[in-house]
T-cell receptor
């Protein structure tokens, strides 16, 4: 079945770049997403990328997509302590002209040290 | 302000009791979802509803029930048949159509059953 894999932990120093990686198995995925979850809260959509794109940049966030390897990454430039959170990768695809449900990875916990 | 509300934030129940978690949205979204989150497990889909008076089982529906009598509301009942109900429960909604599939999440309800 469909699966999304992420490493569980990442620790960086404030001001460094963070790179969170994700691999997925469904080759028909059309949209790939990055969500952020702060402690005890719901998920917030950070950004998404359509499968015909290789890269998307949004301020400090850069998403890279390698369709051949089914690999997605999220780079956070100049990481701040406020970026400490769990980051979820998710995919969706199309079934008969409508979007399927989201499949989430287990989340990567980013810790930013001052 | 438009958004999704879940209540209560913390809920405690004795084993063997049914409990209903509330989810309300005023975003005029057609689709609503319930997820369960356990530490290190990511999000798992319990039930979803794409339209009023219709809902489908997700990956882990056993021991749960839902209703969708109104567009704004999608309550989740955790029954005594759910063997391990202690978890963080997240409700989400989306337009269910269009080119992106952004799901808006509520703040979550942490259920503890003893």
């Amino acid at each position: 079945g469909e699966d999304v894999e992420q490493s569980l932990f990442l620790s960086v120093r404030e001001g460094d770049s963070s790179v969170i990686n994700c691999t997925y198995t469904d080759s028909s995925s059309t949209y790939l997403y990055w969500y952020k979850q702060e402690p005890g809260a719901g998920l917030q959509l950070l950004t998404y990328i359509f499968s015909n794109m290789d890269m998307k940049q949004d301020q400090r966030l850069t998403v890279l997509l390698n369709k051949k390897d089914k690999h997605l990454s999220l780079r956070i430039a100049d990481t701040q302590t406020g970026d400490s959170a769990i980051y979820f990768c998710a995919e969706s695809d199309w079934y008969g002209g409508s979007q399927g449900n989201l499949i989430f990875g287990k989340g990567t916990k980013l810790s930013v040290k001052p | 302000d438009g958004g999704i509300t879940q209540s209560p934030k913390y809920l405690f129940r004795k084993e063997g009791q049914n409990v209903t978690l509330s989810c309300e949205q005023n975003l005029n979204h057609d689709a609503m979802y319930w997820y369960r989150q356990d530490p290190g497990q990511g999000l798992r889909l319990i039930y979803y509803s794409q339209i009023v008076n219709d809902f489908q089982k997700g990956d882990i529906a056993e021991g749960y029930s839902v209703s969708r009598e109104k567009k704004e509301s999608f309550p989740l009942t955790v029954t005594s048949a759910q063997k391990n109900p202690t978890a963080f429960y997240l409700c989400a909604s989306s337009t269910g159509q269009g080119v992106s599939y952004e799901q808006y999440f509520g703040p979550g309800t942490r259920l503890t059953v003893t």
